[in-house]
């Protein structure tokens, strides 16, 4: 078959137009929207925990638990810290009774009595949700139930979620979990009612030893902001490409 | 002209029609894709204001301060200055309206959280002074001989 330039331009737009109408017939971007979806915001939440001040008192579990409404003897929360000890001959001890939410009093370690003088190093490390850049819990989401904020928080909607719990397998930190009551995806929401008050997070106020600070990685002033272009700060499992934004001063590499 | 053909085609178009009327009810009229695209931003606008108007719990030390002048002097001036009057006392809310009395926690528990005995030199739970709960006057209330709010023990 013999075709002319013009006949086969005329044949590939009225092709495009086909195909693009019916994926119009279903979203209609209007103009405040298409602005609102290029305009960037100027504050970008992130976190910074500082490992070595860290005394594993649980403090933050426990404020976090009685700030977001999480029940309280459930074995679920959204923050926890986790404590590491590693043993001269190379083996790794760790554990988390109930999040730390009643703190470490405890010297046995996974029900096991550990000799002081077997200790090479031991320490805490509190965990919450990274809010990554790329976050794979709302990619995977079937019906637009979890979202991130354009200050980089990522929410959950409660009223839409279908508790299909795909974010909660997607997560490779296991942030997430099922709410008991509400029985709908859960996860740290950086105490946003809190930040948009001006406030800290409930587990940065509990924390007596400054070992969990927010801030707004956007300011280059902020001092959480400063202490990550200026100290020697590290992610958890960067190898998933997920661009986590909590960053971690002292992070062991046997910590995951 | 009667078409087996076109017979089928109208019932699909009339289906993906109620599909589209039904979405327009169920669908609140702020979802959509916002600041973070289509991957991580389709979301209901309004779902980020009910997470804002969260109810915030915890005060902080400076709420207790004109009430409770005596305590936050006290434990200001103490080596317990770094906690946060709520770690013990649970969260405010709207204390005094309600709940008119914070709980008060006398339990060994509380304590132990930061002074039992843990041998990790290398954390800085080795620069709190620890106790070994079982030996330390075991079955005793630690606030029988210390004062929580303010611990310091010059003049002992």
């Not at chain 1, 995977?140 to 839409?160: I, K, N």
């Not at chain 1, 001092?223 to 661009?243: C, D, F, M, S, W």
């Not at chain 2, 289906?15 to 669908?27: E, K, M, N, Q, T």
């Not at chain 2, 843990?118 to 006057?137: C, F, M, V, W």
Request: glycine fraction near 6%; aromatic fraction near 10%.
């Amino acid at each position: 078959m013999r075709q002319t330039r013009r006949e086969f331009l005329k044949t590939i737009t009225r092709g495009a137009i086909a195909t693009a109408l019916p994926i119009g017939a279903f979203k209609f971007l209007s103009p405040r929207e298409a602005r609102a979806a290029v305009a960037s915001s100027n504050v970008r939440w992130g976190f910074l925990v500082d490992t070595y001040k860290c005394v594993g008192c649980g403090f933050c579990v426990k404020a976090c638990k009685l700030e977001n409404e999480v029940p309280y003897d459930a074995p679920v929360t959204r923050t926890w810290v986790e404590r590491y000890v590693i043993l001269k001959n190379g083996r790794m001890l760790a554990d988390t009774p109930m999040g730390a939410r009643d703190g470490f009093t405890d010297p046995k370690v996974q029900e096991q009595e550990v000799n002081p003088r077997d200790i090479a190093k031991a320490f805490f490390v509190p965990k919450l949700c990274n809010q990554c850049e790329n976050p794979p819990c709302v990619q995977v989401c079937p019906v637009g139930a979890t979202y991130q904020r354009a200050d980089g928080v990522v929410l959950v909607d409660r009223s839409w979620c279908i508790g299909c719990g795909y974010c909660i397998m997607a997560c490779p930190y296991g942030v997430r979990f099922f709410h008991p009551i509400y029985h709908t995806a859960e996860k740290c929401t950086f105490c946003i009612h809190r930040l948009v008050k001006g406030m800290n997070t409930a587990c940065v106020d509990a924390c007596p030893f400054g070992a969990r600070k927010v801030g707004n990685l956007k300011d280059p002033n902020d001092p959480v902001t400063q202490v990550i272009l200026n100290q020697r700060v590290a992610v958890l499992k960067p190898e998933y490409g997920t661009k986590p934004q909590a960053f971690y001063i002292g992070l062991d590499e046997n910590v995951r | 002209m009667k078409s087996h053909v076109l017979r089928p085609l109208w019932v699909v178009l009339v289906v993906i029609g109620l599909i589209l009327v039904a979405r327009y009810f169920v669908v609140p009229p702020d979802f959509g894709i916002y600041e973070r695209g289509f991957m991580y931003g389709f979301h209901r606008k309004s779902n980020e204001k009910e997470w804002e108007a969260f109810k915030v719990k915890y005060r902080t030390k400076t709420y207790c301060k004109d009430c409770h002048p005596d305590k936050y002097e006290s434990n200001m001036s103490s080596k317990h200055h770094v906690i946060q009057c709520e770690n013990c006392h649970g969260p405010a809310i709207d204390h005094p309206e309600n709940p008119p009395k914070l709980t008060i926690n006398r339990k060994r528990s509380l304590c132990i959280r930061c002074h039992a005995y843990l041998p990790y030199p290398t954390s800085q739970r080795a620069k709190i002074k620890g106790i070994d709960p079982k030996e330390h006057n075991p079955g005793m209330e630690c606030v029988t001989c210390h004062n929580p709010h303010k611990p310091d023990m010059e003049g002992w």
